[in-house]
């Protein structure tokens, strides 16, 4: 092996190599890792968590009083489980989505705040959601830019529209990982295809592509303003490919990371479901596989778990009695699981000795309130990753865009407010989560 100088840039050249396998070195001092430890223990990178649920939540004991704000504000009974977290939490009240009109869709705008008729003629239309704002930022150095956990427990969950949380530049929507088993694979099972396979496969999908765009290229003289809209689409579309092609290619000798968890159990379901994919959602931002995740959470196997036998939706249209009683026990549990998924995050070390949720902003809410109220978003947010003045309860005035408090958490990690000046139906960052 050839010498290098302390200070020259690393290298492909420091991994060794087989015909089918690339297994990177220790770190050498000799070969400079000394000083890149010390950078890299300086400055973790940023991460962004996204977790949604269907069907909204109690209101007579989720939400905290309104006359108490700031940080002098006291956990309400649906929130009990994360009093060892009071400190590390704010809430926020009175946002909603304004065109927002679905009383059964908790998710489809939740991160977007789009209009679905925006589009004339069509009947439903979407935009970018929050988190690919962030996963455009903050993905370019990781394996994925951001992965999307879902559960098939849809309908019964109160999600609406929609592969996952997450929609792309155009709107369209983004495919999630369905279960505990497939997101772990997927994030850390390594391929056992030949090197040279795999190489071969993306270059003849590359080749694919570049016949399919000669061909849609001549289809362009002559065209009528909607198909040219529809064809600029298509354009995109393969764009959008291309650019999970390079993403491919730039990690296709790299190994995956040892997972910090266990492969889970087949058939897992609502609570220990949740459970495991929130163990899950720690070990990819722990190993830097990703730094952006959203969650489509389950309600419906949730309350089978618990044993409650009142059906989702006759839960969400609750008076008090059985009903509401189901309502409030499902508000607990999510709590505790919320609890557990923050000690994990804090128990979890970086490399600047402090834990992995100092560096990570949480989010979590629905865009349905209770019954078929769309006002008052339910809005947690924790983790020092935006540098959000924790421990506040904030209530804010009456239909302030849910896309406000987006806004002001992509500024907080990092996004350029001059560049960024607004998401969905934005009309500014508030100030009350702006360190």
């Given at each position: 092996m050839t010498t290098r100088p302390m200070n020259s840039p690393l290298t492909r050249r420091h991994f060794l190599r087989s015909t089918s396998a690339l297994i990177a070195l220790p770190m050498l001092e000799s070969l400079g890792f000394r000083a890149f430890a010390a950078a890299k223990a300086a400055t973790p990178p940023k991460r962004m968590v996204f977790l949604n649920f269907g069907w909204g939540v109690t209101n007579e004991t989720w939400f905290p009083d309104p006359t108490k704000t700031g940080a002098a504000w006291d956990l309400p009974e649906g929130l009990k489980p994360l009093a060892r977290h009071h400190k590390d939490i704010t809430l926020v009240q009175g946002c909603s989505n304004k065109f927002a009109n679905e009383a059964h869709w908790g998710s489809t705008f939740w991160l977007t705040g789009a209009n679905r008729y925006a589009e004339p003629g069509q009947s439903f239309h979407n935009s970018i959601s929050a988190d690919q704002v962030a996963a455009a930022h903050l993905g370019k150095d990781t394996r994925?830019?951001?992965?999307?956990?879902?559960?098939?427990?849809?309908v019964n969950s109160g999600h609406g529209p929609g592969l996952s949380l997450a929609w792309d530049m155009r709107g369209k929507p983004l495919a999630g990982l369905e279960n505990p088993v497939q997101a772990f694979h997927r994030l850390f099972s390594n391929d056992t295809t030949p090197l040279s396979e795999r190489q071969a496969m993306l270059a003849q999908q590359r080749s694919v592509l570049d016949a399919v765009l000669?061909?849609?290229?001549?289809?362009?003289?002559?065209?009528?303003?909607?198909d040219t809209d529809k064809l600029d689409e298509y354009f995109q579309s393969i764009r959008d490919i291309e650019v999970r092609l390079g993403k491919d290619e730039q990690w296709l000798s790299v190994p995956k990371v040892k997972p910090p968890v266990t492969e889970p159990k087949e058939g897992l379901a609502g609570r220990e479901e949740i459970r495991v994919m929130y163990d899950i959602l720690v070990a990819a931002l722990q190993?830097?596989?990703?730094?952006?995740?959203?969650?489509?959470?389950?309600?419906?196997?949730?309350?089978?778990?618990?044993?409650i036998k009142v059906a989702p939706h006759d839960m969400s249209h609750y008076s008090a009695g059985p009903r509401m009683e189901a309502s409030q026990k499902r508000d607990a549990i999510q709590s505790e699981l919320l609890a557990g998924l923050i000690d994990k995050l804090k128990a979890t070390k970086e490399t600047d000795g402090r834990s992995l949720f100092d560096h990570t902003c949480l989010a979590y809410g629905s865009n349905i309130r209770t019954i078929h109220y769309l006002d008052n978003c339910p809005t947690l947010l924790t983790g020092g990753g935006a540098n959000l003045p924790l421990g506040q309860h904030l209530v804010l005035p009456k239909d302030t865009p849910l896309c406000n408090v987006w806004l002001s958490l992509l500024h907080g990690i990092g996004l350029d407010p001059k560049k960024h000046e607004r998401h969905g139906d934005s009309t500014g960052v508030i100030k009350g989560l702006v360190a």
């Open positions: 994925f830019g951001s992965i999307q956990l879902n559960s098939p427990d849809v000669a061909d849609a290229g001549d289809l362009q003289r002559g065209l009528s303003k909607t190993t830097d596989t990703t730094r952006v995740l959203t969650y489509r959470q389950p309600v419906g196997t949730l309350l089978q778990s618990l044993d």
